[in-house]
């Protein structure tokens, strides 16, 4: 027998704009001219605000041979939809020298990456993330996704854009709802790998403005992209948990609210476990509840159920649930062979169905009321 053994080390590159200007004038500066053309999608919601601006400045830089506005919802990520989107590639003529631009949120945003990373192996893609969980998560380490009917983000590659265009004068036609999405994520990068971001979360929410937002976006890419370098899931705080709760409300829980539900129950998991002290960990979710993030979940959630959906998470085994957690803050757990923290499915279960007993984070009906 003979055997030969290769490698093949890939290296991709991205470029992160960051403008507060309301003009969008950054947009000029990206260089997308040397591409032939460019398909576009856009979440329906921007079709009459900020697409129009979009649009009046790419159109002086590139043809627009076609566009698709999209429903920021979680069927646009589901594996009938992608089939729709492929479609529309074929019937424009889709090439590698066509540049795929991507507008909206983080739900848009990874299924269009997922889209353009799979078409023909891969089409450039330029995003413009236009909430703050689009800015803080979804563009920045090359997470795509799509989900499929029995998990969450089950279908996804690793495929960074060429270029994102984040301008924090968007972000004010968020409402807060939506920007709650995003200070979720950006506090769990906080707590994963930086006591500065935790501060200047701190400190916007006493004085916010765009100075400091541009900040705290610097600095959050920087640690997602550390982070990215070190696994590709590694990043999941709080989301084997998060997951399976939007998964099990029907999504009608949005996805920073479940991550920082799943964060809360994550550290408390820890306690138990004795990696965190409840010392810290009623430190951690003060300054949660201080910043106005969710640290509830519903009263209605079975133990049994959402043990199972853990179990379907992408970091887990047939016989494992596996979960990202931290020894302290920016510090992440980690073990002599894994960045994962590797439980029995029964003692998770035994744990929801003590953390059920807790009323401080119970509430009836809550998923509706934290609309």
Same mark, same amino acid.
């Given at each position: 027998?003979?055997?030969?053994?290769?490698?093949?080390?890939?290296?991709?590159?991205?470029?992160?704009?960051?403008?507060?200007?309301?003009?969008?004038?950054?947009?000029?500066?990206?260089?997308?001219?040397?591409?032939?053309?460019?398909?576009?999608?856009?979440?329906?919601?921007?079709?009459?605000?900020?697409?129009?601006?979009?649009?009046?400045?790419?159109?002086?830089?590139?043809?627009?041979?076609?566009?698709?506005?999209?429903?920021?919802?979680?069927?646009?990520?589901?594996?009938?939809?992608?089939?729709?989107?492929?479609?529309?590639?074929?019937?424009?003529?889709?090439?590698?020298?066509?540049?795929?631009?991507?507008?909206?949120?983080?739900?848009?945003?990874?299924?269009?990456?997922?889209? $353009?990373?799979?078409?023909?192996?891969?089409?450039?893609?330029?995003?413009?993330?236009? !909430?703050?969980?689009?800015?803080?998560?979804?563009?920045?380490?090359?997470?795509?996704?799509?989900?499929?009917?029995?998990?969450? #983000? $089950?279908?996804? !590659?690793?495929?960074?854009?060429?270029?994102?265009? #984040?301008?924090?004068?968007?972000?004010?036609?968020?409402?807060?709802?939506?920007?709650?999405?995003?200070?979720?994520?950006?506090?769990?990068?906080?707590?994963?790998?930086?006591?500065?971001?935790?501060?200047?979360?701190?400190?916007?929410?006493?004085?916010?403005?765009?100075?400091?937002?541009?900040?705290?976006?610097?600095?959050?890419?920087?640690?997602?992209?550390?982070?990215?370098?070190?696994?590709?899931?590694?990043?999941?705080?709080?989301? !084997?948990?998060?997951?399976?709760?939007?998964?099990?409300?029907?999504?009608?829980?949005?996805?920073?609210?479940?991550?920082?539900?799943?964060?809360?129950? $994550?550290?408390?998991?820890?306690?138990?476990?004795?990696?965190?002290?409840?010392?810290?960990?009623?430190?951690?979710?003060?300054?949660?509840?201080?910043?106005?993030? #969710?640290?509830?979940?519903?009263?209605?959630?079975?133990?049994?159920?959402?043990?199972?959906?853990?179990?379907?998470?992408?970091?887990?085994?047939?016989?494992?649930?596996?979960?990202?957690?931290?020894?302290?803050? $920016?510090?992440?757990?980690?073990?002599?062979?894994?960045?994962?923290?590797?439980?029995?499915?029964?003692?998770?279960?035994?744990?929801?169905?003590?953390?059920?007993?807790?009323?401080?984070?119970?509430?009836?009906?809550?998923?509706? #009321?934290?609309?």
């Amino acid at each position: 027998m003979k055997l030969i053994d290769e490698s093949i080390k890939e290296t991709q590159h991205v470029r992160f704009y960051l403008d507060e200007r309301d003009s969008l004038s950054g947009l000029d500066e990206i260089p997308i001219s040397k591409f032939q053309k460019a398909l576009v999608f856009c979440d329906q919601n921007l079709q009459k605000t900020w697409w129009k601006k979009i649009e009046s400045i790419l159109k002086n830089q590139i043809q627009i041979d076609g566009l698709m506005f999209l429903e920021p919802s979680e069927n646009t990520k589901s594996l009938s939809y992608y089939s729709v989107l492929v479609d529309f590639l074929g019937e424009k003529k889709c090439s590698r020298d066509t540049l795929i631009i991507v507008i909206g949120g983080g739900t848009i945003l990874d299924a269009i990456a997922y889209l $353009a990373s799979t078409y023909m192996r891969g089409i450039p893609l330029m995003m413009i993330p236009t !909430t703050l969980i689009g800015q803080a998560d979804a563009s920045t380490a090359g997470k795509t996704c799509i989900n499929t009917s029995y998990s969450k #983000n $089950a279908l996804g !590659t690793l495929f960074l854009p060429k270029f994102v265009y #984040n301008n924090v004068a968007i972000l004010e036609t968020n409402s807060s709802y939506e920007l709650r999405q995003g200070f979720s994520e950006i506090f769990k990068y906080g707590l994963l790998g930086s006591q500065k971001l935790l501060m200047l979360l701190s400190e916007y929410s006493k004085d916010a403005c765009k100075g400091k937002l541009l900040e705290i976006l610097s600095e959050t890419i920087k640690v997602r992209m550390e982070l990215r370098k070190k696994d590709p899931l590694c990043s999941n705080f709080g989301h !084997t948990f998060g997951h399976a709760l939007e998964k099990i409300s029907d999504y009608s829980v949005n996805h920073g609210d479940a991550i920082s539900a799943g964060m809360v129950m $994550a550290m408390h998991f820890s306690v138990e476990e004795g990696i965190l002290s409840q010392k810290l960990v009623d430190k951690i979710i003060n300054s949660m509840s201080e910043i106005g993030l #969710n640290t509830k979940i519903s009263n209605d959630i079975s133990p049994e159920k959402l043990t199972q959906i853990m179990l379907t998470d992408k970091k887990s085994s047939n016989t494992e649930i596996r979960l990202v957690l931290i020894e302290d803050i $920016a510090k992440p757990f980690k073990s002599k062979n894994s960045n994962f923290y590797s439980v029995d499915p029964k003692r998770i279960q035994k744990f929801l169905e003590g953390f059920n007993g807790k009323s401080k984070f119970i509430e009836a009906s809550h998923w509706e #009321n934290l609309r």
